[in-house]
T-cell receptor, first 114, second 113 residues
């Protein structure tokens, strides 16, 4: 079962615009991570935000986390055509013993038009 | 290059057959994860190993099994294959600890005909 659900499923914007993707999850988490996937290729880690953090920045990326609402958002500023990809949120959550699962949502397909 | 190596890249096989997918994690990573990605189900977590031991199980079918060897490479065995098993299978690895990122291989595209 999916832990995270991204919204929207697809997003199309013009180069230079900002892109915002949202993620909602169901259970308590240790951290939330965002990944990017170019078509049919492996996922690449973008940013990790811990459950006790509210906002994090990395270059043109800004991630927020609201644990009370069980939601996160990823903002990509000044988008470029090369940002075209699928973006996934993943939650690290306790799965028993000393184990932590990493569970992904279904992703948002971002298309940046030149 | 993530440092995670998966072989083969592509695999075409018939229904009812058995295949083995192989994963070499990044040097030093003790955790290995397997995921299945299909168009309708998204990225499904299958199983996780840590230093040779199974640590977490997701939506892995009984027809599927995995193991992690002493040299830390892992294999995912898929048997009695069905058309619906056609998907991209990803392996990822990470260092120990919960606040760590996962590094993904390029995947094995399995087509069952």
């Amino acid at each position: 079962s999916q832990q995270g659900e991204e919204d929207p499923q697809a997003l199309s914007i013009q180069e230079g615009e900002n892109a915002t993707m949202n993620c909602s999850y169901k259970t308590s988490i240790n951290n939330l991570q965002w990944y990017r996937q170019n078509s049919g290729r492996g996922l690449v880690h973008l940013i990790l935000i811990r459950s006790n953090e509210r906002e994090k920045h990395s270059g043109r990326l800004r991630v927020t986390l609201d644990t009370s609402k069980k939601s996160s958002s990823l903002l990509i500023t000044a988008s470029r055509a090369a940002d075209t990809a699928s973006y996934f949120c993943a939650t690290r959550s306790f799965s028993g013993g000393s184990n932590y699962k990493l569970t992904f949502g279904k992703g948002t397909l971002l298309t940046v038009n030149p | 290059d993530s440092g995670v190596t998966q072989t083969p890249k592509h695999l075409i096989t018939a229904t009812g057959q058995r295949v083995t997918l192989r994963c070499s994690p990044r040097s030093g990573d003790l955790s290995v994860y397997w995921y299945q990605q299909s168009l309708d189900q998204g990225l499904q977590f299958l199983i996780q190993y840590y230093n040779g031991e199974e640590r977490a199980k997701g939506n892995i079918l009984e027809r599927f099994s995995a193991q992690q060897f002493p040299d830390l490479h892992s294999e995912l065995n898929l048997s009695s294959l069905e058309l619906g098993d056609s998907a991209l299978y990803f392996c990822a690895s990470s260092v120990a600890g919960r606040n760590t990122e996962a590094f993904f291989g390029q995947g094995t595209r399995l087509t069952v005909v």
